[in-house]
């Protein structure tokens, strides 16, 4: 049977992950507002199309 692990040791891995934790919270921020900026660019790409599309139906 495994030995069980200390305090030291589970407190020393509980900090660790803690940390890995806000280290993946915040690349999870980063990716997001990045999502968000592509997702308004694509609004604004499709609005222009739009705009182009209508533009060349009316001359």
């Keep these: 049977m495994d030995t069980p692990i ?5 407190e ?12 993946l919270e915040d690349e999870n921020n980063r990716q997001n507002h990045r999502i ?3 997702e308004k ?4 790409i499709q609005i222009l199309t ?4 209508k533009l060349a139906i009316s001359v």
């Excluded at 660790?16 to 280290?23: I, K």
């Excluded at 739009?50 to 599309?53: G, L, P």
């Design 6 to 10: 200390l305090r030291a040791e589970h």
């Design 12 to 23: 020393e891995f509980r900090r660790a992950m803690e940390v890995e934790n806000r280290r």
């Design 36 to 38: 968000e900026v592509l």
């Design 41 to 44: 660019s694509t609004e604004q």
């Design 50 to 53: 739009s705009s182009v599309e």
